[in-house]
């Protein structure tokens, strides 16, 4: 596909939210093929997330994930990411990320003031949106996909969608 | 130290690169102060590197992390990064990373297309340099630090000092 991995980035020719996602989908397949360590596989689908949102014009402020805490299931802690410095560690229930862990629903959240509970690791972010990726034997949750927005409504059910089969590859391409 | 997470990322105001990297350093270990995790202190490390670099007007365009594979000692393993997608493994021995590696001696590289043996995850990059991060007790290579750069003769003297120095801080506050 590419000779360089860098190449994956390349979302500047697209014309639609839709064409850019699909090809953010088919790079994740690509760069996790024969791979298998979450550390890795995380840290270029972070990558992969800023640059497509980047090149559709989306103000994304931070694309990552948080993953279940080995030594205490009960948390989230940080994992790979693009962005400013992040909250450390997230409690299951509290907060969008927390939520997302803990009722393994899509949290879509339009105006982050307005999320009961929110925890602001950066005080510029103004919507979010937080994918549950969930073990599809033991039906626990593994990780959370994030996406902080600098305006309103940076997200929709595009994202949802795309973003929820993104959850599933990762799901079946990791260990955890 | 700050409000928001994010905040430690804000080097705008610094007047010389010793500046920065001493606020790098510093915030390092105000943000890996009582955790352990490895992934989580890398990703906010990453982020660190390429906001201080980023402030200092030094184009860099990848700044992370390789870490020893567990499952393979031999080979490096991506690790939580900052800049577009990248190679997922690199041999003991091979290219700037691998030689940094294996010789456990930093590596300053003003052109890389002058190193023998140079892996180009990114066509773009110019020059890079490869910081050694060794367990204090055992003498392994448990990981190295990467930044490449735009442009030629990125980095110096100061980088190798500072960086250094943050490779002792991680390998002192993190559980590999």
């Known amino acids: 596909m590419s000779e360089h991995h860098a190449n994956y980035s390349v979302f500047s020719s697209v014309s639609s939210k839709e064409e850019a996602l699909d090809i953010l989908l088919m790079s994740y397949e690509a760069l996790s093929k024969e791979q298998t360590n979450w550390v890795c596989n995380l840290a270029n689908a972070s990558s992969l997330l800023w640059h497509a949102y980047t090149a559709l014009g989306i103000k994304v402020n931070w694309t990552g994930f948080y993953v279940t805490d080995k030594e205490n299931d009960t948390e989230l802690i940080l994992g790979p990411f693009q962005g400013k410095p992040a909250c450390q560690t997230i409690i299951f229930g509290k907060g969008v990320c927390g ?47 994030d996406l902080d927005c600098l305006e309103l409504n940076g997200f929709d059910e595009i994202d949802k969608k795309y973003l929820g089969e993104l959850a599933k590859l990762i799901s079946a391409s990791c260990s955890f």
Chains 1, 2 share one sequence.
């Open 99 to 145: 939520t997302a862990a803990s009722t393994q629903e899509i949290q879509l959240v339009a105006d982050v003031d307005k999320f009961p509970g929110h925890i602001a690791c950066d005080g510029e972010t103004k919507s979010e949106i937080v994918i549950p990726i969930v073990d599809l034997k033991t039906k626990k949750t593994l990780a959370v996909i």
